[in-house]
Every structure is written in C-alpha cells, then in structure tokens.
C-alpha cells in the first residue's frame, strides 16, 4: 500500500455519479482515464472477497458489479476506483475478485478452455493473458491475473472443482496452456 493521506471528502455518491458516465455492461476505457488523485475513500475488500463501506458490509451486488468495472490497480501496487474526473484509494487485503465457478467449454476448433465465473458474475477464459497462479497467502489456492492489474482468488468450492478439472499429475489444461496446481 502506497503512503497513508489524511481522509478525502470524496464520497461514494460522487464516485457513483462519475461512474453513471460508464454505459452498463461495458468495460470501461480505464487505460484511458487519467484523473486527478483526490484521496482515500473508505472501502475495504477483506480476503474472503466481500466488499465494505465504512466498515459496513455492502450488501448491493450491483454496486459491487459497479465499483469493480471501475477498478485498476496501478504500478504503486495500491488499487483505485477510476472515473473520468477523479480517482480515489481503496484497501484490498488480497485479491479484488473471487472466482466462484469454473468450468470447461470447447470452441468452434474443438479445444476445450476453463473459464471462471467471478463473484461479479463476468466470465474469463484461464489462458496466456489471464493464466493461473498459486497464491500461498491463501494456502496454495489459485488465482487469475485479470485485466487492468486485477486479480481473483479462487473460493473454496471453486478450487475444488478446479482440482477436479486437473489430470492425475495436479496439471490444469485450458486450450493450448498447462498449468500445475503444485507449487514450484
């Protein structure tokens, strides 16, 4: 976590107002957003991938689904919600993300692709730009490198199915990628 600022007046409804500048069910272009730093804003994502406000669980998956479209963490290593006009600190213990399900489909060539479900209910393919790692910070579990710096863990269930999925060497196939559930 990069340095600790005093506390902003940024509040959750005006990063909710620049985020309405997003059109729903699109990714927003945050590679192209470069707005002002205007603070610490008070929302925490604990290990277990439950998102909170002031402390407070929150409980809306819509704004969840919301933040997360507007998430990148950048070179500092510290994670921001990003908006057009303004971009604002949060604290994440681990993993921004959880995976919630896994499973296999075959594309028009045949080969057959893991794809993860996230806890914001987007789906992304396990491959070369998002490959599987063990995060020992959660004994072994396996997690994804998703785009704008992200990442999600895998929940319980999901690491299981996980290991279902893998041969009886512990290694993962996904297309034309191998991964090993066995750390190095």
């Known amino acids: 976590m990069g340095g600790v600022t005093k506390p902003s007046s940024v509040s959750l409804n005006a990063i909710i107002r620049g985020a309405d500048q997003v059109s729903p069910g699109q990714n927003p272009p945050l590679h192209l957003w470069n707005p002002p730093f205007c603070g610490d804003i008070a929302i925490e994502v604990k290990a277990d991938g439950q998102w909170f406000h002031e402390g407070r669980p929150m409980r ?18 510290d994670y921001y919600l990003v908006t057009p006009v303004e971009k604002c600190r949060i604290q994440v213990a681990l993993h921004p993300l959880m995976i919630v399900d896994v499973d296999r489909e075959a594309d028009d060539s045949g080969l057959e692709w893991l794809w993860v479900t996230l806890n914001t209910q987007s789906r992304m393919r396990i491959d070369r730009e998002h490959p599987m790692h063990l995060e020992p910070r959660a004994a072994g579990a396996g997690y994804i490198d998703l785009p704008n710096g992200l990442s999600a863990l895998c929940a319980r269930a999901a690491w299981y199915r996980l290991v279902e999925l893998a041969d009886e060497t512990g290694t993962l196939r996904s297309g034309d990628c191998e991964f090993s559930l066995h750390s190095q």
């Not at 809306?60 to 290593?77: K, P, Y």
């Open 60 to 77: 809306r998956q819509a704004l969840v689904n919301l933040f997360a479209s507007i998430l990148r963490r950048e070179e500092d290593g």
